[in-house]
């Protein structure tokens, strides 16, 4: 940092903690890189290219891990709540990130720090607190074992009410790689398997409580624009409530009439608020958006209305007692639950991938199960996409004979809701069949051999989320080839399109045109890759996508007084992907030869459903893109003339020489 110079909307220094030399220091960070980079994911991935050495051990003390809040969080922008957990990763052996809510984010800020980074491995179990001026390590003996919930609670009554935690579970402590980083009670950094790395460093959690904030640079525009902003979001009345109420009875019939693209802004507002995500848990499993089966069923026949609308959002509001948001969210399209019969108080709804990765693609209609499934993922530290896709993977190796009810312990049906809830606690304690899972499809389809790996459905390493790319087409790619695989929140045209993603940033450049022409997709896809790149990196919910406009260049000049431009923004947002592509590839894996189930192609396609007929031409579409991305797709980089426009040419060249 320069001297003397105070800098806006940051610290400017982050927090190394070795945790086997027990060490804690500040790490001054160059003003530069906040613009080129923003903060969270952006920023941690070009500062771990510096500091992770190249070919670390994913588990091993070498490895690197960092929890880095958005670069808006903590100013109360809306939206803003969000940190980032980076790192290599052990699922794909590539760059790591992944993203989550809540409002532990915000407390790093309040801290005093930009983002705080755990190297080396401890021999005994340890945890991080900032609760005063000095951080300390203390053993955690007493909360090893312990689920999030539990761990949380702990924390509370040893550091004092309102510490902000996030923490490993008995999954995460037994380096399951789909295990990952939970804060308050179940708000979770699920993917890319960072939970397992936190879980090998011995480090069972980092507690926070601070009251510091940098300064804002302009804060009566930064807070005239942020509260402008929050005006749009009136609580919905009685119609919109009864309106939407239908909308799992009119699933049906939209499947037959088609999805309305680019869905009003005030309809999704309404939507969210009211029922969460799980709005999709019956419309989705109609259209052919959730997969079914393990990606081999369709859902109008093999999870009929009958069965969907068993686990709508409707039926899932009987269990609410009241609704939960993030910090500085608008939205707030979480809500607290009560299932009396399965003694659950106060736990969080489930989202749709859970809804629809442990209901309709487990054949799986039992809507208490779902909330149970949730929560014991919630308190294990499991990723409810990756946990729900292992249990598919095991009911289809039963159906087919590879497993048996002696090696499971019980039968393992599709739709066996009991048998579901009984392997996914098997998984989390790697008991029994269990440990053969609790790595994922791909460890257990090596371990059980006998051909499984046909079921296994993945991308290079991670489990596919319930978004089906037979119905977004240009999802397949971004599953197939970002640099953190099957992610269905990152960037994809024809997946945002579903929201007005085209009113979301002013000035961003999408064409017209008619939206199969692969030149045209290939153009607007690069536009929101840039979009989706910046806005993580700000630090923002996804959701902030589908509800129009979000004055994100106002927020990001106000608040650091950069002057920042549209171009800028999504140049921003181009070269934090070009960096996410850099990490992969010095660690060997080429993001853009990244392997994909071929069911997730169409391959073979299904005979029956909304998206019958269905072939996804990969190789063409990664052809387009990648021209127009500026990649090259035998080396996985960005070409040296994109790399000298983004200001990544020194990187670039190191890498390649
Ligand atoms: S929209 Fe939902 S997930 Fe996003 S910040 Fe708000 S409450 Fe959290």
Redesign the pocket.
Known sequence: MRMGFMPSGYFGKMLMVDLSKERIDEMEVDDDLYKQYLGGYGLGVRLLLDIIPKGAKPLGADNVLGLLPGLLTGFGAP?S??FMAVGKSPLTNGWGDSNA??YFGPEIRKCGYDGLFFKGESKDPVYLAVTSEKPEIFGADRIWGKDCVETEDEMNRIHGKGVRTASVGPAGEKVSLISGIVTDRG?VAARSGLGAVMGSKRLKAVVLKGSKKPTVFSPKDFYDVSKKYNQGFNKPGAVAKGFLGLSSYAAGLIRRLGLPSNADASVVKNA?QIY??TIGNTLSAEIGDSPVKNWKGVGYRDFPLKKSKRISGQKMLEYVKKP???????????ALMDVPKKGLTGVHRPEYETSASFGTLLLNDDVESLIQLSDICNRSGLDTISAGMTVAFAMECYEKGILDQKEVGFPLEWGNARGIVSLLELMVKREGVGDILADGVKVASTKLGKNSHRYAVHASGQELPMHDSRLWESLAFTYAYDPTPGRHTAASIDFSEMGPIKDYLEGAPFIKGQRDDLCVKAKNQKVVTGIHQAMSSAGL????MNVGRYPMLELVNSCTGWNMTVDELLDTGWRIQALRHMFSVREGINPLEGKIHPRALGKPPLKRGPTAGVTIDLEKMKDAFCQELGYDSKTGLVSEEEAERLGIENILKQMTS
């Open positions: 939206f709540g969000r809510g809540g708000r969210f969460g995500t939960y948001g993030c910090s500085a969210c608008p939205l707030r399209c979480g919910c996804l959701f902030s």
